[in-house]
């Protein structure tokens, strides 16, 4: 019997052949990157989960802090903030100084994928680490979801149909014993499309923090 896989993975987790490649093209073209999996930030007693897709390239791939340096942690730290699950200011940076408040932001896979899109086999070789995480997490009441391939996999690293809570923008459900918000992700495309407003992003935390207990 295989061991429990821990909430996370080895710096040099070697399950997937893509992207362990993926990120020796990039350690030898930056050897002054994060270059690896990106770790889980924040409060290990969080009551909220915030999972991503993945890693950006030059974002927490760069800077090995979940949605940091990249467009999309600007939206996601600001609205953090204004939701009282984050305080100090976000600089974009991993010694900026912010600190997240019961909560916590963690990834689907844990290494950068190629075009931010990974493999169905890339996630389900992850999913251990994404159950392991979240089981880890003692005090947990919500799991806010950021996109599809986030929502899907929350569910399966539950037990769950991958449909047991449905797609779209505020969706909600229960899972696992967790309420599960799914929000669209706060990629720059989305929010330069207008798909996501940061009026819909932070109506999402306020519904997270409305289904916390106490
Ligand atoms: S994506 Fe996850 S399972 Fe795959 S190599 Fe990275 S840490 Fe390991």
């Known amino acids: 019997m295989r061991p429990p896989a821990p909430a996370e993975p080895p ?13 020796a093209e990039n350690r030898a073209k930056h050897p002054d990157w994060w270059n690896g999996p ?3 930030f924040g409060d290990p007693a969080a009551r909220l989960l915030i999972v991503g897709l993945a890693p950006g390239r030059t974002g927490a791939n760069r800077t090995g802090r979940p949605f940091t340096g990249d467009f999309a942690g600007v939206l996601l730290y600001e609205t953090l903030i204004r939701a009282g699950f984050a305080r100090g200011t976000y600089a974009a940076r991993p010694d900026d100084g912010l600190e997240l408040v019961d909560c916590m932001i963690s990834n689907a896979v844990r290494c950068a994928p190629p075009g931010n899109r990974p493999l169905p086999a890339e996630e389900a070789a992850c999913r251990p680490f994404l159950a392991a995480r979240i089981a880890s997490l003692k005090s947990l009441e919500v799991i806010v979801t950021l996109g599809d391939v986030s929502r899907r996999n929350v569910l399966r690293a539950l037990g769950e149909k991958a449909g047991a809570v449905p797609g779209g923008h505020g969706a909600e459900g229960r899972a696992g014993g967790y309420a599960l918000i799914n929000s669209y992700h706060c990629s720059r495309l989305n929010t330069n499309t207008g798909r996501l407003t940061p009026a819909m992003f932070e109506a999402v935390f306020t519904r997270a923090r409305a289904r916390l207990k106490g």
Do not use: E, K
């Open 38 to 40: 990106a770790p889980s």
């Open 11 to 23: 710096r040099d987790c070697p399950l997937c052949p893509r992207l362990v490649a993926y990120r």
